[in-house]
């Protein structure tokens, strides 16, 4: 993984964040965390995350209905 061109220095470290979080190949982080822990913006850490789905990477379920807990999504690791 870490030797992976196709990825950006923003897509490698919220995938490096998440696969550290990950248990059982799913980690439940939510947008907020991301953001202050890798220490991009919203805007950015989305993009990367859609980046990363299109790239097959991983995938994202959302849980919940309220506006808090659709921010909590499912990463599950391919």
Excluded: W
């Excluded at 990363?52 to 599950?76: E, S, Y």
């Amino acid at each position: 993984m870490y030797d992976n061109r196709q990825l950006d220095v923003y897509e490698l470290s919220i995938l490096l964040y998440l696969f550290r979080l990950s248990n059982d190949g799913e980690a439940f982080p939510s947008l907020k965390n991301i953001c202050e822990t890798v220490k991009v913006s919203r805007p950015k850490v989305s993009k990367s995350i859609q980046t990363l789905i299109k790239k097959r990477l991983h995938d994202k379920k959302k849980h919940g209905k309220t506006k808090m807990v659709l921010q909590q999504a499912t990463f599950t690791f391919y």
